[in-house]
């Protein structure tokens, strides 16, 4: 008999907004605006993306806890790229 399939996971996909550079945290100094397991709020700032030299803070628009971190500090990322 085939495997059973695995149990489904709600997730929900938190998107770049824009085209430009990721940044997990506020400044190199500080600790990451969210980890893996953090809970967070439509209102939680999760990122920066760095875009023509403005710094837009993302937020998450949901509520929920951080699964997985698609994107590391200092990477390019696309118009609707998964970041979260």
Same mark, same amino acid.
């Given at each position: 008999?085939? *495997? *059973?399939?695995? *149990?489904?996971?709600?997730? =929900? +996909?938190?998107?770049?907004?824009? =085209?430009?550079?990721?940044?997990?945290?506020?400044?190199? &100094?500080? *600790?990451?605006?969210?980890?893996?397991?953090?809970?967070?709020?439509?209102?939680?700032?999760?990122?920066?993306? +760095?875009?023509?030299? @403005?710094?837009?803070?993302?937020?998450?628009?949901?509520?929920?806890? #951080?699964?997985? #971190?698609? =994107?590391?500090?200092? &990477?390019? #990322? +696309?118009?609707?790229? =998964? @970041?979260?």
């Amino acid at each position: 008999p085939p *495997p *059973p399939a695995a *149990p489904a996971r709600n997730l =929900v +996909e938190i998107k770049s907004p824009m =085209v430009g550079t990721f940044y997990s945290k506020p400044k190199p &100094d500080k *600790p990451d605006y969210v980890t893996v397991g953090a809970k967070v709020t439509p209102k939680t700032v999760v990122c920066q993306v +760095e875009a023509m030299k @403005l710094f837009n803070e993302i937020t998450a628009d949901c509520s929920g806890t #951080v699964a997985e #971190v698609c =994107v590391k500090n200092g &990477d390019a #990322v +696309e118009f609707n790229q =998964v @970041l979260f």
